[in-house]
């Protein structure tokens, strides 16, 4: 499993961080060196800027495992649609 967090640290102080997004992504192709993977993408919401929380599921196939963490990432955010959140 992979999970991302995304942090926000006021002030670059890590001491007043908190989370406003995650990915968690399951590798459902074993240790192949192409995997499917499934999870979920979720914001948190923030009054007092006015985002609104949300969670999407997503699905990627054929991932090429060389291809590194960052390009499994640029494909589940491509797999979303982040415009379309309320």
Same mark, same amino acid.
Request: hydrophobic fraction near 35%; avoid cysteine; glycine fraction near 12%.
């Given at each position: 499993m992979i999970v991302v967090h995304v942090e926000i640290?006021?002030?670059g102080d890590p001491e007043?961080?908190? +989370?406003? %997004?995650?990915i968690v992504a399951w590798n +459902?192709? %074993?240790?192949t060196a192409l995997s499917s993977y499934s999870g979920s993408v979720i914001q948190a919401g923030s009054t007092s800027l006015g985002v609104k929380s949300?969670?999407?599921?997503?699905?990627v196939e054929g991932h090429d495992r060389t291809d590194g963490p960052w390009r499994l990432i640029a494909s589940?955010?491509?797999a979303i649609e982040l415009q379309a959140q309320p």
């Amino acid at each position: 499993m992979i999970v991302v967090h995304v942090e926000i640290w006021p002030y670059g102080d890590p001491e007043g961080s908190y +989370e406003i %997004g995650q990915i968690v992504a399951w590798n +459902e192709g %074993g240790n192949t060196a192409l995997s499917s993977y499934s999870g979920s993408v979720i914001q948190a919401g923030s009054t007092s800027l006015g985002v609104k929380s949300w969670e999407q599921e997503f699905r990627v196939e054929g991932h090429d495992r060389t291809d590194g963490p960052w390009r499994l990432i640029a494909s589940i955010l491509s797999a979303i649609e982040l415009q379309a959140q309320p």
